[in-house]
T-cell receptor, first 113, second 111 residues
């Protein structure tokens, strides 16, 4: 079964350091999403790509977060500088309409100390 | 007010019980209603979804949507310890759009 690949699975970083997460969506899925899930809460969208273009980044803290999807395949989410409040699970998902087939990766659990 | 509201629980039931998980939503434009299951330290996995109102059954799981009351339900029959997880309801306006999640309900099924 096709999967969304994410790395690393876990990341511990110090406050003010830079951190990056990588996602490889299911082959052929044009739409890619980055969600953040704080412990005990549901995931919330940070950024959505259609191919290599950003469709929605209204909830992305652009002063410290950046995301790119060069060539419209894999994607990188970066935080610089990391803050204590960024500790969360960062989830990548992809979809390919028709059908609401959103598939999530296993996520990257970030701890900022 | 959040667009999708869900009681976070936790909910603890004995093995074999019928479980009812519920959500409410506020946006009438929502068309698709999803249920995801999330095990600890894993990403959400899609259990089932419904389009508009009505019921959908898949084995021990039944999803129900009542658009008149903006109410979403998931029923689990003959619950098993392996069903212990966090259950997330979600909705979206149109295919390819962002998912709006509820807070998630943590379920524990005791042997």
């Amino acid at each position: 079964e096709a999967e969304v690949a994410q790395s690393p699975r876990y990341k511990i970083t110090e406050k003010s350091q830079a951190v990056a997460f990588w996602c490889d969506p299911i082959s052929g899925h044009a739409t890619l999403y980055w969600y953040r899930q704080i412990l005990g809460q549901g995931p919330e969208l940070l950024v959505q790509f259609q191919d290599e273009s950003v469709v929605d980044d209204s909830q992305l803290p652009k002063d410290r977060f950046s995301a790119e999807r060069l060539k419209g395949v894999d994607s990188t989410l970066k935080i610089q500088p990391a803050e204590l409040g960024d500790s969360a699970m960062y989830l990548c998902a992809s979809s390919a309409p028709p059908g609401p087939g959103y598939t999530f990766g296993s996520g990257t659990r970030l701890t900022v100390v | 007010q959040k667009e999708v509201e869900q009681d976070p629980g936790p909910l603890s039931v004995p093995e074999g019980a019928i479980v009812s998980l519920n959500c409410t939503y506020s946006n009438s434009a929502f068309q698709y209603f999803m249920w995801y299951r999330q095990y600890s330290r894993k990403g959400p996995e899609l259990l089932m979804y419904t389009y508009s109102s009505g019921n959908k059954e898949d084995g021990r799981f039944t999803a129900q949507v009542d658009k008149s009351s903006k109410y979403i339900s998931l029923f689990i029959r003959d619950s098993q310890p392996s069903d212990s997880a966090t259950y997330l309801c979600a909705s979206f306006y149109n295919q390819g759009g962002k998912l709006i999640f509820g807070q998630g309900t943590e379920l524990s099924v005791k042997p």
